[in-house]
């Protein structure tokens, strides 16, 4: 597939299963284990193509990131999907009202669904042109 993504989950043995299960399927992976850690990655060059994120961070939290992404111009042509353990109706809405598209709950999906859907997400997002 080639195609760039970014996991950032404070949870090293989701981080390093995700970074796995995605690696196998052909993806160019970075994790960050925080959103700081996820905006020092994305402040040079790299940019993913997808961005997986957790919600319930330390210190900024996916909600805070999400929003830090956004005011940064970093999701132009990226797709952005919540992974979270946060299943309520309030927060799938709060994420949908900042623009995500799609929002997973750990709980209930296995790894390899995870992957499949996120697939399936990424191939509806396409890259801006540039303009001439």
Same mark, same amino acid.
């Given at each position: 597939?080639?195609?760039? &993504?970014? &996991?950032?989950?404070?949870? !090293?043995?989701?981080?390093?299963m995700y970074s796995i299960k995605f690696? /196998? +399927?052909?993806?160019e992976l970075?994790? $960050? =284990? =925080?959103a700081e850690e996820a905006l020092k990655k994305i402040s040079g060059d790299w +940019?993913?193509? @997808?961005?997986? %994120?957790? @919600? &319930?961070?330390?210190?900024?939290?996916?909600?805070q990131l999400i929003e830090e992404l956004k005011r940064q111009g970093c +999701?132009?042509?990226? $797709?952005?999907?919540?992974l979270s353990n946060l299943g309520q !109706?309030?927060?799938i809405e709060k994420a949908l009202s900042l623009g995500v598209d799609g929002y997973i709950v750990k709980a209930? $999906? #296995?790894? =390899?669904? %995870?992957v499949a859907?996120? #697939? /399936? @997400? $990424?191939?509806? &997002? =396409? !890259?801006p042109r540039p303009k001439p």
């Amino acid at each position: 597939m080639g195609m760039k &993504i970014l &996991i950032v989950d404070d949870d !090293k043995f989701l981080l390093d299963m995700y970074s796995i299960k995605f690696s /196998e +399927r052909g993806f160019e992976l970075e994790s $960050a =284990s =925080s959103a700081e850690e996820a905006l020092k990655k994305i402040s040079g060059d790299w +940019r993913p193509d @997808i961005y997986l %994120v957790d @919600i &319930i961070m330390p210190v900024m939290d996916g909600f805070q990131l999400i929003e830090e992404l956004k005011r940064q111009g970093c +999701r132009a042509g990226s $797709a952005l999907v919540v992974l979270s353990n946060l299943g309520q !109706k309030e927060d799938i809405e709060k994420a949908l009202s900042l623009g995500v598209d799609g929002y997973i709950v750990k709980a209930s $999906a #296995t790894p =390899s669904e %995870v992957v499949a859907k996120v #697939t /399936e @997400i $990424a191939q509806h &997002i =396409s !890259k801006p042109r540039p303009k001439p």
